[in-house]
C-alpha cells in the first residue's frame, strides 16, 4: 500500500531525511521510533505533503501513485491521514462544520454521496463516543481552549470519522494521562482492519503497550537504522537508544 | 486648520536675536539658523492639531522667556546631594538651568571606554561624529519644539560609549532648573552614541525648584550601534508652574537593545515625545512609562515605534495614575514597514483615575503594511477594584492604606523594572510621596520586586 | 506546488457580479450644484417651503466647508460640478400598485437577488427599493401599516407624516454636521422613512436596496427611522452598483431615534462597485450614520459588513444619552485590490450605566488598505459607564496594510473602558491542517476567515448572514461559492 523508498528531505538547509525505505502493507501497524531530532516527525509531514519540507531523492508510492506528485488535500481524499503532534486552532470555525466539509470533500472525491448535517452529526456523535471525546467540543471552535489531551483524542476523533486507509499518527501519546492513552489506544484498536495501515511515531514504549504493532522501526540521524518485531521496543525500553545508534555506528563489532 | 501664529514665535525670536551667534564652528551657527527658520515657519503646535489634540499650549503662549546667561549658576553642594533622587555611585553630570556645572560633576576619565562632556565642549573640541550626531536629531520627524532646542540649544551632554565597552556604574544627567522670576527657559541637548557592542545606563532626571513658570525643553537623541545595548530612565520632577516638553529619538541598528523607563512626577504641562527607530534586524525595545498626576497637572505621552526591519520585538507599557484634577493623555503609535516580517509587538496602556474631575484620553494607534506579524494592542481605563479593596479592608487594612496599597500593586510593575536598587528605592519613595492618602510606605508590602 | 500566498492574490482579484447596466429611461436634472438645482429637486419632489429652506441653509453652509482629509484614505479631488444630483427612471405614469412598476425595473432587482413581488418572498422581508435617486417600490406597506408602522419612501413621508419628519429630520444628525452630510442635507433625493409606534415589535425585518444605475450620477439618499417607546424594529441594508470606470460618489444619512426602552437593529451589506484590479472606476462611500439613544433603556445596534466600494468612510454612532441606554457596533471590513476602508464608530457615553460594545474585524488583501477609526467617550456625567472594544485585523499578502486608530476620552472615574486590537495572518500551518483533512487551500481560506468573522456574523439577521458569509466567499474565493 505505500512503499517509501530511499527518502530524503530537508528543512530549510537542513537534511532531515537521509535516505528511508519502508513498506506498509494493508493491516499492519508499523511502530516508528527514534530519539528527538531524529526525523520521525518529518516523516509523518512529508508522508502528509507539508510545504517547509523539500523532498530532494527517492521515492513515495501509494497504492500505485506517485504521492509526492499530489496536493496534501488529494493525499487526504485518498486516504491518507496524519493526526498531528500539535493540532492548530483555528478560531471561530466549528469542529463540528470542519469535520463536516472535511468528510463530504473526501465523499465527493471518491464519487460519494455528502451527508446531510443530520446524518453527518448522527455519526461524529457515535464516533465521539467511541474515542470518549465529551461531545460538547463538537460544538466549539476546532482545537481553541482544548487541553493537551483532548487535541490529541480530537485528532482520533477525526480519523475515526474520515476513515482513512493510511493512519500516521505522529507522537499522539505525548502529553496524555494513562486514562486518555488509554481511550486514544483503544479508538485505535478499533480501527484496525485488513484494509488499513497504521505508522505509530513515538519516542515511548509505552503507547505500544497498549498498540501492539507488527513491526518496530528505530529512526537515527534520519535513517532506519534497525528494524525488527514488537520486541524490539522492549529492548529500546530497557537499553535506551544509545547502544543501538553505537551498534549502528560499528556495525562490525 | 489657522496658519501659524507670529505672536506665538516671537518670545524665542526675540531671544535668538538676543543670543546673537554662539561661538563655535560654522556649522553650529548654520545649523541653528536653519533650524530657527524652521521653527518659525511652524510655530508653535496650533490648537486642534490632531498630535496635540488633547493638550493645550495657552498658558504657554502668553507668556515670555530669556534663556539664561552662559555663565554656570549657582547652587551649593549641601542642596546638591538633597536633590539627587539617588546617590550617584557612578558619574554625575549636573546642568543648572541649561548651563554645566564642573563645580558639581564627577566625569568619566579619559579612556575608560565613555566619554562625556558638555554638548559645547565637544562641539568646540571637534568631537568625532559630533556634526553628523547633532544634526541627525532632524530625523527623527519630531515636532516644531525639536527644532526650537536646535536653534537655541547651548549645552546638554555629549555622551559617547567605545566599541565593546561596557559601563556598569550609570551615569546620572541632572538637569535643574530654578526660575524665580517665572521667564526661563532651558533646551539641553543630549547626544548619545554607542558604538559596537557597547553597553550604558543613563538616568535622565528633570527637577524644578519652586513653582514659578519656566520652559524646559530637552532633546535627547541615541544611536545605537550593533548588538549595542542602552538602558535609559528618565524623571520629571518639575515645578507646578512648568512647561516641560520633551523629545527622545532612538536609532538602533541591528541585534542592538533599548530599554526606556520612564516617570512622570511633577510638572504643569508636560508632553514627552518618544520615537523609536529599529532600523536593524533583531532589534530589542522596550518603552516603559508611569505618570502620577494630582492638582491640575497635565501629561501627554506621544511615542511612536518605527518597525522598519525583520524579526524586531518592541514591548510598550504606559501607565498612568491620575487624581484631584490631573488630566493624563497617551498616543502610542506602533508602525511596521512592509519589509518588517516577524515583527513582535505590544503595546498596552492603562490607566486609573481616583477622582471625579481626573481625565485620561488614550490613542494607541496601529499602521501595519506586513503580514507575517504579530503585534497587539490594549488599553484599559479605570478606577479601583472595588472586589480588591474590600477584600483588603476585611483582612483588617484601612481604607486609605487598602486604596494605596492597590494603587501601588497597580504601579509597581513598571518601578520594579528598575534594575539600580539606589534608584528604585528613590523612585518608590517619590512614588509613595505622590499617592493620595497619608499612609507610610514602610507598612505595606507588596509583592514588588 | 502553489503557495497559499500566491492562492490568496489569484482570490483577491475576482469579478463583481452585479456590475450590469439597467437601460432604462431615466429624467435628470442637468450636472452640477447650485441653489436652481437645489430647488429643482425639490420643486420635483413638490416639497413643502420649511424643507426647501433648511435644504438651502445646508447648502449655504456646504459652500464654507472643505472635504475632509484627516481619514487614511487616499483618493484624486472629487468634481462637485461634473456630478448629478438628481436621476430618477421616467415614470410611465403615476403607480398605484406594485404590479405597475416598470417590469424592467422588476427584471433589475429580480437579478440582484431581490424579490419585489410579495408573493414570492419567502420570509417577512418589507422592501423599499431605491434606485438611483428615487424609491421606486416598497413591499408589505399594507400589512405594516395594519400595526400602524410607517414604512416608506422619504419623499413619501414628507407628504404624507410632515410632523414626523420635521421632528426628527437632521435632529441626530444635523445640516451642519460634516461635509458629505451636509452635502447630503442639501441635496437629498429620497430613501427610506420607518416608524415604530408605541409598544409595537415589528413582525418582519424591514429593508431598503440600493441601487445605483445612472452614469456620472451621485447618490444622496437619507434614511430616518424612530422607534417609540417599547419598541423594536430590525432593518436591513443592501446596495450595489453597475461596473463604471469613473468614481462615483455615494454620500448618504442614516439617523436613528430610539426612545425608552425602544431598540433598533441595524445591519448593512454593503456591496458598491469596487473598482476594477487595477483600483480603476468604484464608488467612494462617504456615509454619515449615526443612532440617538434618547430614552431609557433603550438600544441601538450597528452591524456592517463592509465588501465594496473603491473607498469607505463611515463611522455609524451611537448617542447614549438614556440612562442604561446600550450601544453596539458589529463590522467585517474587506479591502482587496485598490481598495481602501477608514471604518470604524463613535461611543458617545452621556447618561449613567450606559454600556457599549464594539467588535471590528479588518481583512486586507491585495494592495488594501483597512482602517479601524473609532472613538469611545466617557462624559462627565455618564456614571458606571463601560465600554468594551476588540479590534482585530487579518492580512493577506505583503502589499496591504492593517491599520487601527480608536480614540479613548475618559472624564469619568467609574468608567471601565477595554479595548483590544490584534494584527495576524492566515496560519500556513492551520492551511495545512485543513488541507490534510482533505479541504482545498480554497475553502480553507474562506472557513477561516469566516471564523475570523464569527462574532460579527452572528449578530445578522439569519437570511443576511447567509449572504454576507457568500458575499466574503466570492469576494475572495471567486469560482466557488
Not at chain 2, 514627552?272 to 532600523?279: M, Q, S, T, Y
Not at chain 3, 438645482?37 to 445646508?58: D, G, H, M, Q, Y
Amino acid at each position: 500500500m505505500l512503499e517509501i523508498k530511499e527518502l530524503q528531505a530537508k528543512v530549510e538547509d537542513t537534511q532531515i531525511l537521509k535516505g528511508i525505505s519502508l513498506q506498509v502493507n494493508p493491516g499492519e501497524v508499523h511502530a516508528v521510533m527514534g530519539p528527538n531530532g531524529s526525523g520521525k516527525s518529518t516523516l509523518g509531514k512529508v508522508i502528509a505533503g507539508h510545504e517547509d519540507y523539500l523532498v530532494t531523492g527517492g521515492s513515495v508510492a501509494y497504492k500505485g501513485k506517485d504521492l509526492l506528485d499530489m496536493e496534501p488535500e488529494d493525499r487526504a481524499c485518498e486516504g491518507v491521514f496524519l493526526a498531528f503532534q500539535y493540532p492548530v486552532e483555528i478560531p471561530g470555525v466549528g469542529n463540528n462544520y470542519f469535520l463536516r466539509t472535511a468528510l463530504n470533500s473526501i465523499r465527493k472525491y471518491r464519487g460519494e454521496e455528502e451527508l446531510d448535517a443530520f446524518d453527518f452529526l448522527e455519526l461524529a456523535r457515535e464516533k465521539a463516543d467511541l474515542v470518549e471525546l465529551d461531545r460538547s467540543l463538537l460544538d466549539r471552535p476546532v482545537n481553541e481552549g482544548f487541553s493537551g489531551g483532548e487535541k490529541k483524542r480530537n485528532e482520533v476523533f477525526q480519523m475515526a470519522v474520515l476513515e482513512p486507509t493510511l493512519a500516521v499518527l505522529d507522537e499522539t501519546d505525548s502529553g496524555l494521562d494513562i486514562d486518555a492513552l488509554k481511550a486514544v489506544a483503544d479508538g485505535v484498536n478499533s480501527m484496525r482492519g485488513p484494509d488499513r495501515g497504521f505508522i505509530v511515531i513515538t519516542h515511548y514504549q509505552r503507547l505500544l503497550e497498549y498498540i501492539v504493532p507488527d513491526y518496530v522501526h528505530v529512526l537515527h540521524d534520519g535513517r532506519i537504522i534497525k528494524s525488527g518485531g514488537k520486541e524490539l521496543a522492549l529492548e529500546l525500553e530497557e537499553k535506551g537508544y544509545t547502544w543501538i545508534e553505537e551498534e549502528a555506528a560499528n556495525p562490525a563489532s | 486648520m489657522t496658519a501659524p501664529n507670529a505672536a506665538d514665535t516671537q518670545t524665542f525670536l526675540d531671544a535668538y536675536a538676543e543670543r546673537g551667534k554662539v561661538d563655535g564652528p560654522e556649522w553650529l551657527a548654520s545649523y541653528q539658523e536653519e533650524s530657527m527658520k524652521l521653527f518659525r515657519a511652524a510655530g508653535l503646535p496650533l490648537p486642534g492639531s490632531e498630535e496635540w489634540k488633547y493638550t493645550n499650549l495657552a498658558g504657554l503662549r502668553k507668556r515670555e522667556f530669556a534663556l539664561a546667561g552662559a555663565q554656570p549658576q549657582q547652587i551649593t553642594s549641601t542642596d546638591l546631594s538633597e536633590l539627587l533622587i539617588c546617590d550617584p555611585d557612578g558619574f554625575l553630570a549636573v546642568f543648572v538651568n541649561g548651563v554645566f556645572s564642573a563645580e558639581h560633576s564627577r566625569l568619566p576619565e579619559a579612556g575608560s571606554g565613555i566619554q562625556v562632556e558638555p554638548l559645547s565642549a565637544a562641539i568646540e573640541n571637534g568631537s568625532p561624529g559630533v556634526e553628523e550626531l547633532v544634526a541627525s536629531g532632524k530625523t527623527f520627524g519630531f515636532e516644531s519644539f525639536a527644532d526650537l532646542n536646535s536653534a537655541l540649544f547651548h549645552s546638554g551632554a555629549w555622551i559617547h560609549v567605545t566599541r565593546g565597552a561596557e559601563i556598569t556604574e550609570p551615569l546620572y544627567l541632572l538637569h535643574i532648573s530654578d526660575s524665580p522670576d517665572g521667564s526661563l527657559m532651558t533646551h539641553p541637548r543630549n547626544v548619545v552614541s554607542l558604538e559596537e557592542g557597547a553597553r550604558l545606563t543613563l538616568i535622565e532626571d528633570y527637577l524644578g525648584l519652586g513653582d514659578s513658570a519656566y520652559l524646559s525643553n530637552p532633546f535627547t537623541h541615541f544611536q545605537i550601534a550593533d548588538n549595542a545595548g542602552a538602558v535609559h530612565y528618565r524623571l520629571v520632577r518639575e515645578g507646578e508652574g512648568s512647561f516641560h516638553v520633551s523629545n527622545l529619538g532612538v536609532r538602533q541598528a541591528g541585534h542592538s537593545s533599548f530599554t526606556s523607563h520612564s516617570f512622570c512626577f511633577s510638572g504643569g504641562v508636560v508632553r514627552n515625545d518618544v520615537a523609536a527607530f529599529l532600523e536593524g534586524e533583531g532589534v530589542e525595545c522596550t518603552l516603559n512609562g508611569l505618570t502620577v498626576g494630582r492638582g491640575e497637572e497635565h501629561v501627554d505621552n506621544h511615542t511612536r515605534i518605527i518597525h522598519s526591519q525583520p524579526n524586531c520585538n518592541s514591548w510598550e507599557m504606559y501607565k498612568a495614575v491620575l487624581a484631584e484634577k490631573a488630566h493624563g493623555v497617551f498616543n502610542g503609535k506602533i508602525y511596521v514597514a512592509q519589509d518588517a516580517q516577524k515583527t513582535d509587538a505590544k503595546q498596552s496602556n492603562q490607566a486609573l483615575l481616583l477622582s471625579d474631575t481626573a481625565v485620561m484620553d488614550s490613542k494607541p494607534e496601529l499602521e501595519i503594511y506586513a503580514d507575517d506579524v504579530k503585534c497587539t494592542h490594549g488599553a484599559t481605563v479605570g478606577q479601583l477594584n472595588e472586589d480588591g479593596l474590600f477584600y483588603l479592608r476585611s483582612r483588617g487594612i484601612g481604607k486609605e492604606a487598602a486604596r494605596v496599597l492597590l494603587v501601588y500593586a497597580f504601579a509597581s510593575d513598571l518601578v520594579s523594572g528598575i534594575e539600580h536598587p539606589g534608584l528604585k528605592a528613590g523612585v518608590e519613595a517619590l512614588l509613595f510621596e505622590k499617592l493620595p492618602g497619608d499612609c507610610e510606605p514602610a507598612g505595606v508590602t507588596v509583592g514588588a520586586t | 506546488m502553489q503557495s497559499p500566498t500566491d492562492h490568496l492574490n489569484e482570490l483577491a482579484s475576482q469579478d463583481y457580479k452585479y456590475g450590469f447596466v439597467t437601460d432604462i429611461e431615466s429624467d435628470s436634472v442637468p450636472p452640477g450644484l447650485n441653489e436652481d438645482v437645489i430647488k429643482k429637486i425639490s420643486a420635483i419632489k413638490e416639497e413643502p417651503e420649511w424643507l426647501l429652506e433648511w435644504r438651502l441653509k445646508a447648502y449655504e453652509h456646504w459652500l464654507k466647508m472643505t472635504e475632509p482629509r484627516w481619514p487614511k484614505v487616499d483618493y484624486p479631488e472629487v468634481d462637485f460640478q461634473s456630478m448629478v444630483y438628481y436621476s430618477s427612471p421616467k415614470a410611465k405614469k403615476e403607480l398605484q400598485s406594485l404590479d405597475e412598476v416598470d417590469p424592467d425595473l422588476l427584471e433589475t432587482f429580480d437579478k440582484l437577488g431581490i424579490s419585489l413581488d410579495e408573493q414570492k418572498r419567502l420570509s417577512g422581508v418589507a422592501v423599499d427599493a431605491v434606485f438611483d435617486s428615487v424609491s421606486v417600490a416598497t413591499t408589505f406597506k399594507d400589512k405594516l401599516s395594519e400595526l400602524g408602522i410607517i414604512f416608506c419612501s422619504f419623499s413619501e413621508a414628507v407628504r404624507e407624516h410632515p410632523d414626523l419628519v420635521k421632528k426628527y429630520l437632521g435632529s441626530v444628525v444635523p445640516y451642519s454636521d460634516n461635509f458629505y452630510a451636509t452635502l447630503n442635507s442639501a441635496v437629498f433625493s429620497d430613501g427610506s422613512f420607518c416608524y415604530i409606534p408605541k409598544g409595537v415589535r415589528s413582525p418582519m425585518e424591514l429593508s431598503t436596496y440600493f441601487r445605483i444605475n445612472a452614469a456620472n450620477t451621485g447618490q444622496f439618499e437619507r434614511t430616518l427611522i424612530v422607534a417609540d417607546e417599547d419598541s423594536y424594529v430590525s432593518y436591513l441594508e443592501g446596495c450595489t452598483a453597475p461596473m463604471r470606470d469613473e468614481n462615483q460618489l455615494h454620500a448618504a444619512v442614516v439617523e436613528l431615534v430610539a426612545l425608552d426602552n425602544a431598540q433598533i437593529k441595524y445591519s448593512t451589506v454593503q456591496n458598491w462597485y469596487p473598482g476594477d484590479e487595477n483600483g480603476k472606476g468604484g464608488i467612494y462611500n462617504f456615509v454619515t450614520k449615526r443612532g440617538a439613544c434618547r430614552g431609557s433603556d433603550s438600544k441601538i445596534s450597528w452591524t456592517q459588513v463592509e465588501t465594496g466600494s473603491a473607498i469607505t468612510w463611515k463611522y455609524p454612532s451611537c448617542i447614549l444619552q438614556g440612562d442604561n441606554s446600550v450601544g453596539e457596533f458589529y463590522s467585517v471590513a474587506l479591502t482587496k485590490n485598490y481598495q481602501q476602508a477608514d471604518t470604524g464608530t463613535k461611543m458617545v457615553h452621556i447618561g449613567k450605566n450606559t454600556r457599549s460594545t464594539i467588535i471590528s474585524k479588518g481583512i486586507s488583501a491585495g494592495r488594501g488598505q483597512n482602517s479601524y477609526r473609532g472613538l469611545v467617550k466617557i462624559n462627565k456625567g455618564a456614571e458606571g459607564a463601560r465600554n468594551f472594544s476588540q479590534c482585530d485585523s487579518m492580512l493577506m499578502g505583503d502589499r496591504c496594510g492593517a491599520h487601527t486608530f480608536p480614540y479613548i476620552e475618559i472624564n469619568n472615574p467609574t468608567a471601565q473602558v477595554e479595548h483590544e486590537a490584534s494584527t495576524s495572518k492566515i496560519g500556513e500551518d492551520q492551511i495545512f491542517y485543513l488541507r490534510q483533512r482533505g479541504i482545498s487551500t480554497e475553502d480553507a481560506i474562506s472557513m477561516i476567515v469566516n471564523g475570523f468573522c464569527k462574532e460579527v456574523f452572528r449578530e445578522l439577521p439569519m437570511e443576511f448572514a447567509v449572504e454576507a458569509q457568500k458575499l466574503l466567499s466570492i469576494s475572495l474565493e471567486g469560482s466557488v461559492g
